[in-house]
């Protein structure tokens, strides 16, 4: 990297201290300043968290919404990978009747606002499906259609040179692909991938709109009932960001996995591969 740049001496790396300090300190003087202020209004006081001290509310409210919530990111989050593979297989495709349509389609979901989507979903097969396929719907489509391009760039990013050797050695295109382009892609997908779990994780909130019992909309009726929202939003917040949090460390180790695991073994043994198919 330092043939891109020159590393920072001491002066940049003395600037770069004072500025990392001076930011901390006016972001803990902001959220000294949001707390003191929440303290004025009272918020802090028994009366507010009183619901958060009853296991009940717990037990009945928000736990089961915590439930729901990760029951419409699991089966979105799973159909969108499925759905982002298929999609990225046709834009991939040599075929222009099979590459155009997964281009069309991936293109439109893209552009297409999530809510619209969901709300669609519910219009029309609300009555029959209820509130959570709906919700999983909207978001495996929109999600998918975002990890498509996000599949396509990994694959994409490998050395054309592998691709070429596997298809001298006999490989067909999807031996190539699921023996080749895959074990190295996913390594550099993942962190995108990961992200965009997250995103389909906080977008669940969205169910709110169509009545889908998730935490935002247990929240509410908590609220509405105590009248405590900023309580209520902190408590929430806390456990978006537990989960959200929990899946980037689950992400962060499963990364570090398979780089080690790649560092090993960095490129496949194409002979082999060969050889395998051969024999069977």
Request: hydrophobic content about 50%; some cysteine; overall charge positive.
């Amino acid at each position: 990297m330092s043939v891109l740049y020159d590393a920072p001496g001491p002066k940049t790396r003395r600037r770069h201290m004072i500025g990392g300090i001076v930011g901390g300190l006016v972001v803990a003087a902001v959220i000294g300043l949001i707390i003191w202020k929440l303290d004025q209004e009272g918020q802090f006081t028994d009366a507010y968290w009183a619901p958060f001290q009853n296991s009940g509310v717990w037990k009945n409210t928000l736990l089961p919404g915590l439930r729901y919530t990760v029951q419409a990111a699991v089966l979105a989050i799973a159909l969108a990978v499925i759905f982002g593979l298929l999609l990225c297989s046709a834009r991939l495709s040599i075929h222009p009747v099979i590459r155009i349509p997964g281009v069309i389609i991936i293109e439109f979901f893209r552009a297409c606002p999530l809510l619209l989507m969901i709300l669609f979903f519910y219009l029309a097969f609300g009555k029959t499906l209820g509130t959570l396929w709906p919700l999983v719907l909207g978001l495996m489509v929109y999600n998918g259609s975002v990890l498509a391009e996000t599949f396509r760039a990994g694959i994409n990013a490998v050395p054309r040179g592998e691709v070429e050797a596997g298809y001298s050695l006999g490989l067909v295109k999807s031996q190539v692909t699921r023996q080749i382009l895959l074990p190295q892609a996913t390594r550099a997908m993942l962190p995108a991938i990961i992200s965009q779990c997250v995103v389909a994780l906080k977008d669940t909130s969205l169910g709110f709109i169509i009545s889908y019992e998730e935490l935002i909309r247990r929240g509410k009726g908590i609220y509405e009932s105590y009248y405590d929202i900023i309580p209520t939003g902190l408590v929430l917040a806390a456990m978006y960001i537990t989960m959200n949090y929990s899946l980037s460390r689950v992400a962060t180790y499963v990364e570090g996995r398979l780089r080690r695991r790649g560092q090993k073994t960095v490129k496949p043994d194409l002979g082999a591969l060969a050889l395998e198919d051969a024999v069977r």
